[in-house]
């Protein structure tokens, strides 16, 4: 019961995540959708995120929490018990690109 709790509630998290992200104009697409050239990729883990970085660094870590706060592309992937994606409020033509990524836990944050 606390399984399926908790993946209910990682999964209402990362709609809210493709919802907000849904006013900048983004569409139902593949990642092979995408041109990927450029883009700054997370891997996530129980204990950090790990950075491959690209064009774009609109973004801030700390330990398990991601803030993204300029427009850019994104790739996550990765597992992580307790972790956090946040769009900070107001940043448009953001793409998300969530390759892969085992949430167990995420949190929801806002702002």
Known sequence: MKQTRTFKK???VLLTVLLALSATALGSFAADDYD????TR???????ITVTAGDYTGYKISGTALTINAAGTYVVSGSCA???IKVKKGTTDVVLVLDGLTPTQFRQTQG
């Open 36 to 39: 990927l050239t450029g883009a």
């Open 82 to 84: 307790n972790g956090s």
């Open 42 to 48: 997370f891997v996530f883990s129980d204990s950090k």
């Open 10 to 12: 990682a999964m209402a």
